[in-house]
């Protein structure tokens, strides 16, 4: 891997990315999209319609003078693949097309209560069925994107983490699911999926942006002119492990004062839990696998209005403003993106108070000012990046079955 933690696309792959995230472009709009000459652009356009990975479909009738320039598109049914993303308190998965289109989902228990041997076994089990339900062939299915908390080693496919037993720590993940499935498996860090997840889905009118990930714990993300930055071995952006001021909670990483453990849905939990009578009001329960269905208890405290929810979630939030300034300080940035389960119902608190946050104390702030959105698919933004991720890895070069009523038969 290059050790600077950015690698350039192919031609190829940046031209599936532009069409997945566009819809319908012309060459001519491709050739300017990636700033190549479009001879260039023809030819790795005519290797992809010949491989059945994109068609044209008809001729743009925007166009005033001349021949209308043809329109490509990515052909939906070339290939599919399936994202998982496998946390404590949830597991999701989800089936998308060559366009990215998401055509089935199943949500499951999380892996907080059962150990990596029974998860992956149910997992193999849940993909087969839902692939069964989806109408989808396995023989079209390119791989699985396997998306999990960090640290990770993606290369072997293990995790470098005693999270959440330490029955997990260099338990081999992807081989074992992969035999199981007979499916290549690749294993992707849960902000990182969510980040090319959303600029894949085209939902941000910018190419680098952060990203903040919030399941139980946090994790951060920076996507570079449209691709992630990876750092030395894909471990970059710990946002969640920035020692925060004034901090003092110790951290399962060994430090003190880190964003996750002042602020992180544990930690808002672990706070109500301490005063029996919030608990009892909230309903929240404590159970170990059940930390983000006792967030989101806490979460609609806060949106009928209950004092002390909302100042227990705008304490975190503000944590995790000051965690996104430094975000944005790292990498001069002015959009950042919130995504995970625990923005579903409180994303609109955390954006306004890491708004707020980055508005009082981002250096660049007078140059650019920072814009915070919550994700488009918030609490499966991470499951969908994961097969996006197999999509854009492994289609180029790999053989569409040649006959699809011959494929479908089976
Ligand atoms: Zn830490």
Redesign the pocket.
């Known amino acids: 891997m290059a050790g600077h933690g950015l690698t350039r696309a192919t031609t190829a792959v940046r031209v599936l990315d532009l069409l997945r995230a566009n819809g319908t472009l012309s060459r001519v709009e491709l050739a300017e999209r990636v700033e190549l000459t479009p001879a260039t652009i023809t030819n790795a356009v005519r290797r992809l319609i010949d491989a059945g990975l994109v068609r044209e479909v008809g001729r743009d009738p925007q166009q005033g003078r001349g021949q209308p320039r043809r329109l490509l598109e990515l052909d939906a049914g070339a290939w599919y693949s399936v994202g998982i993303q496998i946390d404590r308190t949830t597991t999701t998965i989800v089936v998308v097309d060559f366009a990215g289109t998401r055509i089935a989902s199943a949500g499951l228990r999380g892996t907080g209560a059962v150990g990596p041997e029974s998860t992956v076994l149910a997992l193999a089990e849940h993909v087969g069925s839902l692939l069964r339900r989806a109408g989808v062939p396995r023989e079209r299915v390119l791989g699985v994107g396997l998306v999990t908390h960090g640290p990770q080693d993606r290369e072997r496919g293990v995790l470098l983490t005693a999270q959440p037993g330490p029955e997990w720590m260099e338990f081999p993940l992807t081989a074992s699911l992969s035999d199981l499935l007979g499916l290549p498996v690749l294993l992707e860090n849960d902000a990182d999926a969510a980040a090319f997840g959303e600029f894949w889905a085209g939902a941000l009118p910018t190419d680098t942006f952060g990203l903040v990930y919030m399941g139980s714990g946090i994790g951060g993300g920076v996507v570079v002119d449209g691709e992630v930055y990876r750092g030395r071995a894909s471990n970059a952006v710990e946002i ?2 920035v020692a925060l001021n004034g901090g003092e909670a110790p ?3 060994g ?1 003190r004062g ?1 964003a ?2 002042e602020a992180g849905p544990q930690a808002v939990v672990a706070q109500v839990l301490a005063d029996s009578s919030l608990a009892e009001r909230f309903g929240v329960e404590g159970r170990p696998d059940g930390t983000l269905a006792d967030f989101d208890r806490i979460a609609r405290a806060w949106r009928s209005g209950d004092r002390e929810a909302t100042g227990l979630l705008e304490r975190s939030a503000r944590w995790i403003g000051q965690a996104a300034v430094a975000l944005v300080n790292l990498f001069d940035l002015d959009t950042v993106v919130l995504a995970g389960p625990a923005f579903v119902i409180a994303g609109p608190l955390y954006r306004e108070h890491i708004t707020a946050e980055l508005e009082r104390s981002a250096l660049s702030r007078v140059l650019h000012r920072p814009q915070v959105h919550v994700s488009s698919n918030v609490d499966i933004a991470a499951a969908t990046g994961g097969a996006l991720h197999v999509l854009r890895t492994l289609s180029v070069g790999a053989r569409v079955p040649r006959s699809r009523a011959e494929a479908d038969l089976n």
């Open positions: 969640g492990h951290c399962v990483c430090n880190c996750q453990a």
